[in-house]
């Protein structure tokens, strides 16, 4: 059975950092396209960013410059990190994996990022 966990969420304070973790049992880890997503209450779930399988980054225009995103193959995890974070910046945090040859999507369950003073 195919799981992402997530990790590293929590309560962080104005202009903090913090790194998300998701794990995966994933056959061929390798193969899928990786992203972050997030979703803000009564708000849609919105992409955040993602790494190909290629190790190349996309980010949105509203974490670029003070995000990276990583991937372990090894260890099968793809990571967020995240500075100066602002309030707008608390929603819960989806891990994806996509594999474009065979059009599967798996998702996690999330994990909760809370920014606040």
């Known amino acids: 059975q195919v799981q992402l966990v997530e990790s590293g969420g929590g309560l962080v304070h104005p202009g903090g950092s913090l790194t998300l973790t998701c794990t995966a049992s994933?056959?061929?880890?390798?193969?899928?396209?990786m992203a972050w997503y997030r979703q803000a209450p009564g708000q849609q779930r919105d992409l955040v960013a993602t790494?190909?399988?290629?190790?190349?980054?996309i980010y949105r225009e509203f974490v670029k410059g003070r995000s990276m995103i990583s991937r372990d193959n090894v260890k099968k995890r793809v990571y967020l990190q995240m500075d100066s974070l602002t309030v707008d910046d608390a929603a819960v945090y989806f891990c994806?994996?996509?594999?474009?040859?065979?059009?599967?999507?798996?998702w996690g369950q999330g994990t909760q990022v809370t920014v606040s003073s």
């Open positions: 790494i190909t399988t290629g190790f190349a980054p």
């Open positions: 994933l056959d061929n880890f390798d193969s899928y396209t």
């Open positions: 994806q994996a996509h594999n474009l040859k065979r059009n599967e999507y798996y």
